[in-house]
Each structure stands twice: as structure tokens, then as C-alpha cells.
T-cell receptor, first 110, second 115 residues
Framework: GQNIDQPTEMTATEGAIVQINCTYQ??????LFWYQQHAGEAPTFLSY????GLEEKGRFSSFLSRSKGYSYLLLKELQMKDSASYLC???????????FGTGTQLKVEL | NAGVTQTPKFQVLKTGQSMTLQCAQD?????MSWYRQDPGMGLRLIHY???????DQGEVPNGYNVSRSTTEDFPLRLLSAAPSQTSVYFC??????????????FGSGTQLSVL
């Protein structure tokens, strides 16, 4: 079976740094995605990791450790617009087979 | 550039009714899929297609049918709606099922309520 775990909710302060963790146990692994989803909207792509290590893209970074089944998304210089749900998804095989976690609802406060 | 277009945005059905959710993409993507999103459950794959004429089941296919007669269109049919199918539905597409960074492009979603 597939199992992806993320914290349900997190709260952080504007301007701060927050780390959202994701652990996974899946049958097959071909990469890990992070998506951002604002309330009432579609998910949008943030990052993709297939090799171990850190991928940096502006204020957002994503880390992967395949041996530990672990990833995190790091958001720096938080802004109010970063309040959203962050979805961890593992690509397990053919045909768009992305298995999603339940998402982490991030609230950014003043 | 429209991307992935889903219609309708909202729909209310009575138990037992049938309907089709439309999905079209203009990016010439080979791969298309349907997900449903429920509170506390995350996005779950219903059906997917790797190209015109080819479809397959995902994690939660029961009660849904799909077809892929063209590269552009991938409609989702609810055969006999049930309250358990109340959900938000997303269509998604991507260029290929590769091990590269082939991210999914999502449609804007359809909020379906079955009474």
C-alpha cells in the first residue's frame, strides 16, 4: 500500500521560516512533488525531487532523502499569501500515478 | 492559452442521476487523469489515460467511467450518482509519464454535491 504522512496544520509568522515535513512508504518511487493549493483553487506545482539533496527555487526549497523516505519543504521570508495547503505527492509509476498526502494547512500570521 | 479546462464549476445532483464532467486540454499532453479531493483524504486518483484510446483505473474507480477518444478530451461519467460521490473533482494532464520533471497541470475543479 501507499502511505504519505504530513502534519495537518502549521502556523508561522510573516517573515519567518517554516519547514513542512513529509514521510512516505510507497511501493515504488520515481520522484516526489510538492504542490501549493489555495482555498477553492487547483493545486499548482512548487517543486520536484528525484535525487537526494536540496533543490532551491527562490524562497522555496525542497529536500529529499530516499533512504529515509523523507522530504521537507522549506519556505523562507514568509508572506501572507503563502497561507495555503501544501501537498506532498509521490510519483510511484506509470500513468500520472501520483499518490498524494492529505496536505498541510499553513497559516501565516502577522 | 487555456491549459486544462473543466466544466461545470458547480453541480448539484439527486441520487441516481447521471452526468458527465468535461475536461479538455490544449497543450497536446498525452497523459490525463481525474482526481477527487475530500476533506482529510487528500487527492485520490479515479481514472487515468496514457493516450487516446487508452484508459485505466486508479485508486477509487467504482461508480465512474471514462473514455479518451481524442488527445484533448477526457470526460468523467457518473453512472448513477450517490451521496458518497459528493466531492471536488480535478482533471489533470502532463506531457509524459517520465522520470523527469513532468509536473501535472490541474483544471480549476468541479464541486459536486449529490443529495
Amino acid at each position: 500500500g501507499q502511505n504519505i504522512d504530513q502534519p495537518t496544520e502549521m502556523t508561522a509568522t510573516e517573515g519567518a521560516i517554516v519547514q513542512i515535513n513529509c514521510t512516505y512508504q510507497t511501493s515504488g518511487f520515481n520522484g516526489l512533488f510538492w504542490y501549493q493549493q489555495h482555498a477553492g483553487e487547483a493545486p499548482t506545482f512548487l517543486s520536484y525531487n528525484v535525487l537526494d539533496g536540496l533543490e532551491e527555487k527562490g524562497r522555496f526549497s525542497s529536500f529529499l532523502s530516499r533512504s529515509k523516505g523523507y522530504s521537507y519543504l522549506l519556505l523562507k521570508e514568509l508572506q501572507m499569501k503563502d497561507s495555503a495547503s501544501y501537498l506532498c505527492a509521490v510519483f510511484t509509476g506509470g500513468g500520472n500515478k501520483l499518490t498524494f498526502g492529505t496536505g498541510t494547512q499553513l497559516k501565516v500570521e502577522l | 492559452n487555456a491549459g486544462v479546462t473543466q466544466t461545470p464549476k458547480f453541480q448539484v445532483l439527486k441520487t441516481g442521476q447521471s452526468m458527465t464532467l468535461q475536461c479538455a486540454q490544449d497543450m497536446n499532453h498525452e497523459y490525463m487523469s481525474w482526481y477527487r479531493q475530500d476533506p482529510g483524504m487528500g487527492l485520490r486518483l479515479i481514472h487515468y489515460s496514457v493516450g487516446a484510446g487508452i484508459t485505466d483505473q486508479g485508486e477509487v474507480p467504482n461508480g465512474y467511467n471514462v473514455s479518451r477518444s481524442t488527445t484533448e478530451d477526457f470526460p468523467l461519467r457518473l453512472l448513477s450518482a450517490a451521496p458518497s460521490q459528493t466531492s471536488v473533482y480535478f482533471c489533470a494532464s502532463s506531457t509524459s509519464d517520465a522520470t523527469t520533471n513532468e509536473k501535472l497541470f490541474f483544471g480549476s475543479g468541479t464541486q459536486l454535491s449529490v443529495l
